[in-house]
């Protein structure tokens, strides 16, 4: 079977680690793909089929894409692939035709009960004559057409029984079910709390990856709604972690999501100033943060000056590696240099429409 897997851009190769690991232990065969035709973004995965027999003795098939929309933390959505191709013109007529015809000509029925009702979600990216409104209409009329090949079909534009997805990014087309539903995967539903600047629970785990944790205490100074330390306490670390949070009523709500996430008790929440870290704390293994910037927290000229201050504090404390990530790529590297702190990781990740930089630091 074969899937397209949606992630964060930037984060596409720990995404297809994770994937392939997934495989590995549900005892399944296969191998996946980062960056398919170039896009970012997006993982490919051929799996083997797989079998087990319940409890009955019966022989069933093993879910692969329930498997990995359960258990997968750095994905957004599991789409099982039907067809994908290159589109030869992007104007506008020319492009929906093609794509028509494409779908026209793709086994449609093999895929669905012509009984089930549908409804296309359309996904667009790049520069191009036409929406992704019209993308879903024109996908959703030639799927229409085929299966009127074999019966009577049934749109449901709200609560439809299958989904498909349709993508066109550049001048690639993908088509699949879209098995993860409406909401995508990143969305938590632990998070009662809506930091305005909340960061994705994809990315948070991205970050836990790359900061290679051994079981040693873990921090995050300015810990907002808790995102990074409830997903790392999901995972069961077995370490000490702590949030400290300027806010009350951030803090306030870092607790609610921890509570809602059922890993309260595993959470040390501080309510404190983050460039008075060494008050709180008088060493530390990891720090991992998702730091002010841009637009959001206001005075952005306040910026350089409290990573400076941060980073001060935390050469005070921090024992082992930082995980940081940031518009503010000057401000962060003055505040790195000036504080004895070594880069030893940078990429850039996709986050809220943003490229934001992403620092693995000791
Ligand atoms: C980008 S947000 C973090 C969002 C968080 N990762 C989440 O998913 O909810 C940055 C946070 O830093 C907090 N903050 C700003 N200055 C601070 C300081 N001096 N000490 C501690 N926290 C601070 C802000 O209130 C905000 O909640």
Known sequence: MKFILTTSQGIEDLAKREVEMLIEKAGLKGKAEEKPFGVEGRITADIEKGYYFDEKGKKREFEIASFLNENSRLLHRVILRISSTRLTSLEK????????????????????????????????????????????????????????????????????????????????????????????????????????????????????????????????????????????????????IIGIEKYKKHLKGAKMNALAAGVLDRIDFIHGDATKLSHYLDSVDFAISNLPYGLKIGKKSLIPELYMEVFNELSKVLEKRGVFLTTEKKAIEKAFEENGFTVIHHRIVGHGGLMVHLYVIK
């Not at 609560?159 to 993908?174: K, L, Q």
């Not at 998070?191 to 873990?218: C, F, Q, T, W």
């Open 93 to 240: 007529e020319k492009a929906l035709q093609e794509i028509y015809d494409f779908v026209l000509n793709t086994p449609i029925e093999k895929y669905v009960k012509v009984s089930e009702s549908f409804a296309v979600r359309s996904f667009r990216k790049g520069e191009h004559e036409f929406t992704s409104v019209d993308v879903a209409k024109t996908v959703g009329s030639a799927i229409y057409d085929k299966l009127s090949q074999f019966g009577m079909p049934r749109v449901n534009l709200d609560h439809p029984s299958v989904i498909f997805r349709a993508e066109v990014i550049n001048d690639v087309f993908f088509l699949g079910i879209d098995t993860t539903g409406d909401s995508s995967l990143h969305k938590r539903p632990w998070r009662v709390y809506d930091h305005p600047a909340h960061l994705k629970a994809s990315i948070a785990n991205a970050m836990i990856e790359l900061a290679e944790l051994d079981g040693g205490s873990v921090v995050d100074p300015m810990c907002g709604s808790g995102t990074i330390l409830i997903e790392l306490a999901l995972r069961g670390y077995g370490g000490k």
